[in-house]
């Protein structure tokens, strides 16, 4: 009989699975871009699910098993619902829900603050491309209207800002018990 890990040892291992691959065309990894961003959020004294979102919004890169050209092929791997998914099914709606809209975010952002769009890196450029562009107005008003949706901005504004190579931050097991306390096993 083999036994399924828990979710937390599941998260670890997803997460550390990302320390060896480039963040999709940026100079940091998918473990250190994962632990920026989470990183950021605790510094800006973001709530604890909040923090935990924020280490996990872009799972779904680590579990739909594209490489990082996917986007240079004109692949959406669509790692927003990827993750939400698995998120979902393991975490509370204050930790899957700010993850599952962080794409929804950049696209708001984009539509509704010029300086936000003068700020994207050349890779966050390309897959807001692929993602659908800047919301129009009504999606701009649906998603003013969504639960969650200002924690997703706020999340979305410190995954922009992760991405700064060899930057010090805590590592994962600094975070293992916000993700215990979020699990829905």
């Known amino acids: 009989m083999v036994l399924e890990l828990k979710t937390t040892a599941q998260v670890v291992t997803l997460l550390e699975s990302g320390s060896g691959s480039l963040y999709f065309g940026e100079a940091v990894t998918q473990l250190e871009h994962a632990l920026q961003t989470a990183a950021l959020a605790e510094r800006s004294g973001a709530p604890d699910a909040l923090v935990v979102a924020a280490l996990l919004h872009d ?3 680590l579990l ?3 490489d990082e050209q996917a986007a240079d092929r004109g692949i959406d791997a669509r790692h927003e619902d990827v993750g ?6 393991r975490f509370s709606p204050a930790v899957s829900e700010p993850a599952r809209l962080h794409v929804a975010a950049k696209r708001y ?3 509704t603050d010029p300086v936000y769009v003068s700020g994207l890196s050349e890779a966050s450029r390309q897959s807001l491309t692929l993602q659908g562009g800047p919301m129009s107005d009504s999606e701009v008003h649906a998603f003013e209207r969504t639960p969650w949706a200002q924690d997703a901005i706020r999340l ?3 995954d922009d800002a992760a991405k700064v190579p060899e930057l010090r931050v805590p590592d994962v097991t600094h975070y293992l018990a916000r993700i215990d306390q979020y699990v829905e096993e």
């Not at 939400?84 to 099914?89: I, K, P, V």
């Open 59 to 61: 799972i779904g890169h």
């Open 109 to 111: 952002l984009c539509a």
């Open 84 to 89: 939400e998914s698995w998120l979902a099914s």
């Open 64 to 66: 739909h098993g594209l």
């Open 156 to 158: 979305r504004r410190w």
